[in-house]
């Protein structure tokens, strides 16, 4: 685990640390441990999640929160912030599209949440041949059930709940909910702009 506020490691506990080390991080591309994938001997799993989910799920977990700020801001605020890529870590856009032009190293594997939503154990599978670590029937099964979302809602260790501000860390986690937080007038606009800056890059996503 990386050495972070959530889950604090020294430099030394970190160094001594046997591998594989997993460290997590939100970084885009640029900011990459080690350099990015074809730079560094690290293997980079990604994860990305359509945009109108993340605008909506980010908007919950930034509201009221000491790491935000406090920031109570409406919805209609926040969508906007979101839009001009002025949150934490920047554009939704950049960020995603940073990982995805490196999809093609082979220590590089992008994964989209609608589809290890929708297709869990091939998903699974995929991870376990690229990390190398191939998983026996009952072992494989028990990482599938351990990593349902309402296992890890319940879980106090995955779901935070023995950390002061995380408390229902997990919220719904469904594909769609977005359509419960945006107005059509929102939705149409940001159709438009999703067309605009995805034109050409290849990489699509289910947005319900």
């Avoid at 939100?26 to 001997?41: E, F, N, R, T």
């Avoid at 935000?68 to 554009?91: A, T």
């Avoid at 408390?167 to 605009?196: H, I, M, N, P």
Wanted: with cysteine.
């Amino acid at each position: 685990m990386e050495s972070s506020w959530t889950f604090p490691r020294t430099q030394a506990e970190v160094d001594a640390m046997p591998p594989p080390r997993i460290f997590k991080s939100h970084m885009p591309h640029g900011y990459a441990l080690g350099g990015g994938p074809g730079k560094a001997p690290c293997r980079y799993i990604y994860i990305a999640r359509n945009p109108k989910d993340v605008a909506v799920s980010y908007w919950h977990f930034e509201s009221n929160q000491s790491w935000s700020g406090g920031y109570n801001g409406p919805w209609e605020h926040w969508l906007q912030l979101f839009v001009d890529g002025k949150v934490q870590r920047g554009s939704w856009f950049d960020h995603v599209l940073s990982w995805w032009q490196v999809k093609d190293a082979e220590n590089m594997l992008f994964l989209k949440y609608e589809d290890l939503k929708r297709g869990f154990p091939s998903q699974l599978r995929r991870i376990s041949n690229f990390t190398g670590h191939e998983l026996s029937g009952e072992a494989f099964e028990r990482v599938v059930n351990a990593s349902s979302f309402q296992h890890m809602k319940q879980s106090r260790f995955a779901n935070h709940q023995t950390m002061r501000g995380f408390e229902g860390f997990f919220r719904k986690g469904e594909v769609g909910s977005w359509k419960e937080q945006f107005t059509v007038a929102q939705s149409e606009a940001f159709d438009k702009l999703y067309k605009q800056r995805m034109a050409g890059s290849g990489l699509n996503f289910d947005f319900e």
